[in-house]
């Protein structure tokens, strides 16, 4: 079997949509195969792209650019579709790209296991929207996206503790807050394909926000480290901007995030 970071960079290297999710989902279902034979891979080492390959749509704009559309419309839905669509679609290189970037950090297997699983997510997250936008006549690449959203990869890449607070801590955090208003839009339009693959999403993203708060107090226990006094200082490091409530206190305190840690980094604190 190829040695894992080397699957993680095929994928990171993979520009077209439909072939970077087929891609990660077999990697990863090889992977999760192994294991529960009890098998362990070799991880080995890769070197990952600064920037993962994308297609040439979407267009990438600044966010400032990006126009915005009413929600309560069917462009508005489609907008709406297409943006968590461009979220998924880096949410699979982003964890593909912890695996291969931080390959050389000694973790034990548990922590592949855990973000192999979030990447397969996430390839079958990118793949329930883009059915959604194509059921609606539209598809990914038919809009323009934010051309920020890999800032956090590159702001991050040297440090491994830093990136588990900001993506899984901070960015996927944020989603267990907004999803369910994204929820109720499409319940209220009674696009039930919609309603179900966002609350497939939801269920799941609770779990990647789990395994990046595990893996972050795991290595602040291996550095003899305070968590919450390190998480702060991380995320006001590497993150640009104040955390925004209102916060969804209940799943996130289920996916290993207390009050204190994300309260003190509001605007307001
Ligand atoms: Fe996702
Ligand atoms: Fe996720």
Redesign the pocket.
């Known amino acids: 079997m190829t040695p894992l970071a080397q699957m993680a960079a095929e994928v990171l290297t993979t520009a077209d949509p439909r072939a970077k999710t087929d891609l990660s989902r077999r990697h990863a279902a090889a992977w999760l195969a192994a294991r529960a034979e009890g098998v362990l891979p070799e991880i080995g080492t890769a070197e990952p792209p600064d920037r993962p390959a994308r297609p040439d749509r979407p267009e990438l704009l600044h966010p400032r650019d990006v126009p915005r559309r009413k929600p309560g419309t069917p462009a508005g839905r489609i907008a709406l579709l297409h943006a968590v669509a461009h979220?998924?679609l880096n949410?699979v290189d982003l964890h593909w790209d912890v695996i291969a970037r931080f390959a050389h950090i000694p973790m034990p297997p548990g922590f592949y296991d855990d973000w192999v699983r979030?990447a397969d997510?996430?390839s079958k997250?990118?793949g329930l929207m883009a059915d959604c936008l194509e059921a609606e006549g539209s598809h990914y690449g038919a809009l323009p996206a934010h051309a920020g959203m890999w800032r956090a990869a590159e702001d991050t890449a040297q440090d491994l503790m830093a990136r588990l607070a900001v993506v899984p801590m901070v960015l996927?955090a944020r989603?267990l807050d907004v999803t369910p208003g994204m929820i109720d839009i499409f319940r209220r339009a009674k696009a039930e394909q919609a309603v179900a693959a966002l609350e497939t999403?939801y269920a799941?993203?609770v779990s990647?926000v789990a395994y990046g708060s595990k893996w972050f107090h795991f290595l602040c226990g291996r550095h003899d480290l305070d968590p919450k006094d390190v998480f702060h200082d991380l995320v006001r490091r590497h993150f640009h901007g104040a955390l925004k409530p209102p916060f969804n206190e209940e799943k996130r305190a289920e996916a290993g995030l207390p009050p204190d840690f994300y309260w003190p980094l509001t605007e307001s604190a």
């Open positions: 979220i998924e949410a979030a997510d996430e997250h990118w996927e989603g999403i799941e993203e990647h």
